[in-house]
C-alpha cells in the first residue's frame, strides 16, 4: 500500500476541530480520495487501473477525500455493495478542476444571486459539492465538516480512464484497523495521514466558504 498513514490519536491533535475542511492527503502530483463499490466494479477498477465493466458512466459518481468520512459512509467497508475500499490517486490539477468547477448541491443564500441563477450553474456543471458532517472512528458527528464531491457527464468519463494516476485497493488494510475500532482500541488505530487542504484559486476557498487553518 502506497498510502502514507499515522496513529489516528497523533493527528487528532494536529486537526481543526470545527469549520469546513478538506482533509486530504496529498502532494504536489495527486490528492487521494475514497470510493468503495461491490466486489464486480472494485475489482476490476484495481485489476485494471481505470473504471469499467459494471461501472455506469451514465449517473454521478462521488468521492470524498477524509478517510474516515468514507468509514462513515461504507461501514469500514461492511455496508452491503461498499465491500471494496479503494484509494484513488487522482491528480491534483484534476481535483482542482473540480473544486473550481463545483456547484452546491442545494441553494445557498448570498453564494448564487437567487434560485435560478443556482439553477442554471448546476445545469452548465459536471461538479456537485456537499459539505457534511465529518465522523469519528465510531461514527458520532463532529463539529467539523467533511467535503464530498459529484462527478457527472464528461467529466465521469476522463475520471474513469484519464485523470487516475492510480488505484490501490485498501480493503485489506481497512477490514484491519477496523478491528482496533471494534476492540475499542483507538491509540492502535492507523489511518492514512491527512491535512488541510486549501485550493490554489483563493476565490474558490471563499466561493465553497472553506475554512483557513
Known sequence: MKLITKLYKEQLKEWPETGRHI???????KVIVYQSYRLEIGQFAAKNQFFGGAFSLNRMTWIKPNFLWMMYRNGWGTKEGQEVVLAIHLKREVFERYLNDAVYSSYQDGI???REDWQNAVKKSNIRLQWDPDHDPYGAKLDRRAIQLGIRNQDIEKYAKEDILE??????FVNEQYQHVLNNELDKLMIPQER????IDKSVCERLKINVF
Open 23 to 29: 482533509m486530504a492527503q496529498f502532494d504536489e502530483e
Open 196 to 199: 488541510p487542504y486549501l485550493p
Open 167 to 172: 488505484i490501490e485497493d485498501i480493503s485489506g
Open 112 to 114: 448564487y444571486k437567487d
